[in-house]
């Protein structure tokens, strides 16, 4: 029975080993995925400040429009249901 705990053990130490070993490794990578990423949305926000120069220049050459009610004189007259009668 000593003889299999002692293989347990060894075997757990073993694989705690690879496991602190490898940590270094998957934190390199999780680091320069973060660094390309922080990349990636440093371009994008330049792209979209770019797009929103492009579309405040493109509003600003639309022409403007100004809606004024013209008054409308009329030969005819509501009645009290609301339809038009004629003088």
């Given at each position: 029975?000593?003889k299999?705990w ?11 080993a690879?496991f602190?070993l ?6 390199q ?7 390309a ?15 929103k ?6 509003a ?7 809606y004024?009610p013209a ?8 009645t009290?249901r ?6």
């Open positions: 029975m000593k299999h002692r293989l347990l053990t060894a075997l757990l130490g073993f694989l705690l690879v602190f490898s940590v270094p490794v998957w934190a990578g999780v680091d320069d995925k973060i660094k990423l922080e990349q990636e949305l440093s371009s994008l926000k330049s792209q979209q400040m770019e797009l120069k492009e579309a405040t220049a493109a600003a050459a639309l022409p403007s429009f100004s004024r008054m409308v004189w009329t030969s005819q007259r509501r009290s609301g339809e038009f009668a004629s003088l």
